[in-house]
């Protein structure tokens, strides 16, 4: 049979970070270009203790059907602790939880942008909402990423001359892929340019809580006295991504709408691990937990960085991160990342070029990403020493 694919399908492509991930899980394979929590920082015990509690007790709250909104108790929880721990909603806002934040970006690109309308995005970012926003068929503009975070001067020009923008989408903490940490300043000045043009902000937060150094900075959406915010939160960082839950805070019309969304494509999040999450939350250590994720990481990143300055020799150049999953290199502009890509999975280090997160595909790039927190710090180590053998016999044979 002769298959037709619906327009804002057909021409989206399979990304090669999925086929290098797909690479990344065979046996043997150090898998710097991952992006999984570390294995022992889930919380086996507690979420097998918790799940018992759960099936014994109320289990047919568990299994059976629920609101779309949420889990009521785990909503007021997590309004609650917003508000307390970062000053986050107002009273225009609501909570919606989701099936990750992944899906967060998916209903807000559903309710918010017809086809040509524009999304304005950090040059690099999270394929995954890169895809999401493609499969809408927006244009999507990518905007340089300054050390600071979002270059101000590109982001308003944009939003001047770009058709219909209808929302900036931006990692203020630990950027995926590039480890950048917005300033307090651009972050400020961010939201004055979105209320100054009439347009929303989606502020993506999944690493927030994995800061190893430094100081915690208001969210953009603290700022929001306009309404103009949506929020989007993950658990997959810091109690296990399988879960599959996230949420979103925004103004309640704004809400309202992706409820409408997420009845029409899975609607509720399941309740078995919404319950677990409230009670993860509210019977057990949780910010010891999360104290705990940082020390493993704090340990982990210092490893991979010392690594990369004593094995590459100045070959890859990077910014130290003070937080999140991935450090991001420089390397000079005569290797050809896409080859030294392929030659490291060769030699059993998977790494994803900087080339799999651009918004302008066309682009190209002198980046790779190296993710810390998937391998064993023994892995760290071997797969260091195998990338620095190769940078050096990289440019003996092709430079």
Known sequence: MNYT??????????????????????????????????????????????????????????????????????REQLVAYLKEAYQIGREFDQLIVTNGAQQVMDLATK????????????????????????????????????????????????????????????????????????????????????????????????????RVRGEDLPSIKSMDEDGIVIYAGSFSKILAPGIRVGFALAPAPLIGKMTVGKQTSDVHTPLHSQMLVYEWMTNYDFQGHIAGIQDIYRRKLDLMCDLIESETRGFFRFRKPEGGLFVWCHLPAAVDIPRFCKLSTEHKVAVVPGSAFLADASQTTDTVRMNFSTPTDDKIVAGMKILGKLIESYYSQYI
């Not at 503009?141 to 001359?161: C, F, M, P, R, Y």
């Open 5 to 74: 694919f619906s327009d804002k399908m057909k021409a989206l492509k399979p990304l090669a970070i999925w086929e290098i991930l797909k690479v990344a899980s065979q046996p043997g394979m150090i898998p710097f270009a991952a992006g999984n929590p570390a294995p022992e920082t889930f919380p086996v015990k507690d979420i097998a203790e918790i799940s018992e509690k759960i099936l014994a007790r109320n289990p047919i709250a568990a299994l059976q059907y629920g609101v779309s909104e949420g889990y009521t108790p785990l």
């Open 111 to 210: 309710i918010l942008c017809n086809e040509g309308d524009t999304v304005l995005s950090e040059g690099f970012s999270f394929i995954g909402s890169l895809n999401c926003f493609r499969s809408y068929n927006v244009n999507l503009v990518g905007i340089d990423i300054d050390s600071d975070g979002i270059n101000l001067e590109q982001l308003e020009q944009a939003l001047k001359t770009e058709r219909n923008v209808r929302f900036i989408y931006v990692i203020p903490n630990f950027q995926n892929p590039t480890g950048v940490t917005m300033s307090l300043e651009k972050r400020r000045a961010v939201y004055a340019l979105a209320k100054q043009y009439g347009t929303l902000i989606l502020e993506d937060n999944p690493y927030g809580e994995l």
